[in-house]
T-cell receptor, first 116, second 115 residues
Framework: AQTVTQSQPEMSVQEAETVTLSCTYD???????LFWYKQPPSRQMILVIR??????QNATENRFSVNFQKAAKSFSLKISDSQLGDTAMYFC?????????????FGQGTTLQVKP | GAVVSQHPSWVICKSGTSVKIECRSL??????MFWYRQFPKQSLMLMAT?????????EQGVEKDKFLINHASLTLSTLTVTSAHPEDSSFYIC???????????FGNGTRLTVT
């Protein structure tokens, strides 16, 4: 069974600085997707970034980038030039290719506080 | 972009009554919808997977008679919390999936308070 682990329950960063959120996962599959979701105080789930496991190139979306290390089963999220609006809970998630079920396995979440 | 509407956004009900939560995909047909429960400052816990026209698949530990799921069309799934008790108070979120490599789209969630 797949598992996703986020070992940092809470983190804080000063506005305009860079922060990295950690995520590791466990799977025996070779093809899968990895995601980072953001959940601000409104509790809306917002997709931040997605990575396909077969792609070696790390995904990037504006100030958000990932460091995907497939062999190490690590998928960290880097937020550059942190903004107050980045304050949220961040979830790492895994989705298998198999069967196209759409089933997401979430990590425990990391609460990020951006300080002015 | 794809939109999922979840209604109501919040509801207060009395213990022993039932409450229905709707999840609609507004601009796409969802092959699968998922229902999650989330406690404060915790992760999303998958309750069940719902496919149109078939019975929902419940995760271990989730009472199917307590949490009734109906997926009558490719755009609508409902979660009914039957005979609600205060311990059912929580935040419930749905998501819709249209298959392939498309991402999941989440509703805005429903905050249920049982008094």
């Amino acid at each position: 069974a797949q598992t996703v682990t986020q070992s940092q329950p809470e983190m804080s960063v000063q506005e305009a600085e860079t922060v990295t959120l950690s995520c590791t996962y466990d799977t025996s599959e070779n093809n899968y997707y990895l995601f980072w979701y953001k959940q601000p105080p409104s509790r809306q789930m917002i997709l931040v970034i997605r990575q396909e496991a077969y792609k070696q190139q790390n995904a990037t979306e504006n100030r958000f980038s990932v460091n995907f290390q497939k062999a190490a089963k690590s998928f960290s999220l880097k937020i550059s030039d942190s903004q107050l609006g980045d304050t949220a809970m961040y979830f790492c998630a895994f989705m298998s290719y198999s069967g196209n079920t759409g089933k997401l396995i979430f990590g425990q979440g990391t609460t990020l506080q951006v300080k002015p | 972009g794809a939109v999922v509407s979840q209604h109501p956004s919040w509801v207060i009900c009395k213990s022993g009554t039932s409450v229905k939560i709707e999840c609609r995909s507004l601009d796409f047909q969802a092959t699968t919808m998922f229902w999650y429960r989330q406690f404060p400052k915790q992760s999303l816990m998958l309750m069940a997977t719902s496919n149109e026209g078939s019975k929902a698949t419940y995760e271990q530990g989730v009472e199917k008679d307590k949490f009734l799921i109906n997926h009558a069309s490719l755009t609508l799934s409902t979660l009914t919390v039957t005979s609600a008790h205060p311990e059912d108070s929580s935040f419930y979120i749905c998501s819709a999936y249209r298959g392939g490599n498309s991402p999941l789209h989440f509703g805005n969630g429903t905050r249920l308070t049982v008094t």
